[in-house]
Each structure stands twice: as C-alpha cells, then as structure tokens.
C-alpha cells in the first residue's frame, strides 16, 4: 500500500441560510446524529469512528465551507503547508490547536482553485462505534467541479499525495487509502462542489436508505445503480439547499498492484449509465445541482465564521 500522508476523507462543513431545517432534513431523514453544538454550529456524526462527518454553519446562502481530511502525523501538516504556496495555493491558518468539539490540531489552506481544504491530526475518534442498516457510516468521498481538471488533479497528486486510481473521460478518480477513491475530479468548466457522497454498510442499506428518502419527500435524482470506476452502488439526491448527496456502498478495494485505466476503457453502451443498465438517465434538476454550489470565500463575513 502506498505511503499516503492523508490517510482518509473526514467530513465536510456546509454553509445553510436555514440551519434548524438543515439540522432536521440530516438527522431526521438522512440519518445522522447530532453530536456536539460550538456556537452556531451543529456536529452531526454517522455510525463509525468519525467525530463527526457534517458540521452545519449559518449562512447567508447555501456553499461549502470546507472540506476536511485526517493526515497520519503532524509532521505532514508542515509539508502540506510549506507546498501549498509554492504550487499556487493559499495557507488560510497555520497549524493550531483545534477549538472546535473534534480537538486535535488543524491546518486550513485554500488551493488554486478556491476550495476550502482542512487537515486533521490527533482528533476524536469513537472506539465503540457500531454499523447500523440503512444508515450512513463515513464519508466515501467528495466530488469536486474543476474548470482546469489537469491542474487540479496535479495539485492533489503532487501537493497533498494523493493517487490517481483511474481516469475516464470526463473525471479523474483519487485515493489516499486502499478505498478507490476518497476524491473525484469531475471536469466541468466551472470550480466547486459536483456532490458529497457517504457510505452504507452494503447494497440493502443504499435501498432502505433511499426508501426512507423517498418516503420523506425526497425523489432519487439518479440511480440506484452500480458505477463503472470504483464499482460502487449509488443513489443520488438534492438537499433542501441543492448540495447533491449520494448514498453509496460496495466501493472497491485496491492496493498498489492494481491497473489504473483510461477513458477508452470507461465506455458504455448507447442509453448506458452505470454497470447495471437498469440507471436512469441522470434528471436535469440534479445536473444542474451538480453545477450549483460553490465554495464560500476564505475571505468573506460568513467563511470567517467557519
């Protein structure tokens, strides 16, 4: 297994005009459970060992705030700091002792791009953590809008150490573990968030998960299937603020003798969009969803809150 100084993808901050709905919809509906309070802002954490996978700030429009990962040693939050400028990135904070209710230390930077990166050392873990069906587990991963997706994924490879699993055509796949990815490029034309995907226990847990979904009001924009790069199952929703989320289970195991493959492998067949066959098209309102949000300013009132 490769020697990667980001050993998983954590959690994420959104930025919600309306946090009491926001607190409902992903403790009610999607599942989570309120951990910690910090001020204004709720900790919402999943079945696993995570602190917490979805901190929710009040904001003046719905953006993300941050995305977060856990590194395997302090000393690589200095290398992480000390590259991200020279590569055209931005430090946001130094590394710091964390205030917040997950502790440890913290190192904030921006990249190139604009999206707001948090890394992790020495935070709360649960050790008595336990799956439970149909209700998300961690964070599998985050899929990331890139207006220059070359670019972007060198700064991910070559900055924070990440591998590219595989290419298709209209994404690039990267894994900081053995899961197949933890972070999906998405080339898009624009910069900001495609979507946030977390992860179930197994295949039923993504069916009974999205039948709660629907129950509550929620259609599936897209799936249940089975995608090509990662092999994973999916299904697709939008929040009461237009962050597309996915449930997702199944992801591929690989280590370092697995073979990377390129867009002519990825190909489906005419009126194909996953392994299956059984996908429908992908609706309008999720493509345009997955356009929508950005990420919050490191400078702005808001993001300063955060």
Known sequence: MGDFPITAIRSVEFGVPDLARAEAFYKETWGLRVC???GEVVYLRA????HHVLA???HSSAEVLSVSFRVKSEECLGRIAEAVGQAGG???APTLSNPEPDGGVVLKIATPEGFILRFHHGDAIYHDWKEQASM???ISHVNLNCNNIEATSRFFQDVLGFALTDRSRA???LRCNSDHHAVVLADSGVDGLNHIAFMMPEWESVMRGSGRI???GFPIGWGVGRHGPGNNIFAYFIDPFGFVIEFTAEVLQVDDGYVSHGPEYWVWPRGRTDHWGIAPPKTENVKKAQLAIRFASPISKDAAQG
């Open 36 to 38: 910690a309070r910090y």
């Open 171 to 173: 994404m690039a796949f």
């Open 136 to 138: 998300p587990l961690r």
């Open 90 to 92: 931005r430090l946001i």
């Open 214 to 216: 629907i129950d509550a």
């Open 47 to 50: 079945t696993g060992s995570d």
């Open 56 to 58: 929710l700030h009040p």
